[in-house]
Nanobody, 115 residues
């Protein structure tokens, strides 16, 4: 059983930065990809960013140029650096691991962007 634990969420002002971390209970190198998703109140969960086993990354258009996903295999941890935060970035952010056919999810961490 894989456990993913997110941390780093909180309250930040518009234009500020936060860095989220997701620590896995075992080697992340075994996963096809790891990603960050988010869900705002009343909305569906959406992809924010993926980092693949080979290091390639993909981003939602809404966060390109502002967010950076990275990973540290030695620490079994994936990060999401979030810059130039906007109110529409407010959501619960979830870490996910793609171990097809299975997916594993963290419990989520709240990010609130306010003025």
């Amino acid at each position: 059983q894989v456990q993913l634990v997110e941390s780093g969420g909180g309250l930040v002002q518009i234009g500020g930065s936060l860095k989220l971390s997701c620590e896995a209970s075992g080697p992340i190198s075994r996963f096809n990809a790891m990603g960050w998703y988010r869900q705002a109140p009343g909305k569906q969960r959406e992809l924010v960013a993926h980092v693949y086993s080979g290091g390639d990354t993909t981003y939602a258009d809404s966060v390109k140029g502002r967010f950076i996903i990275s990973k540290d295999n030695a620490k079994n941890t994936v990060y999401l650096q979030m810059n130039s935060l906007k109110p529409e970035d407010t959501a619960v952010y979830y870490c996910a691991a793609d171990a097809l056919p299975d997916w594993y999810w963290g419990q989520g961490t709240q990010v609130t962007v306010s003025s």
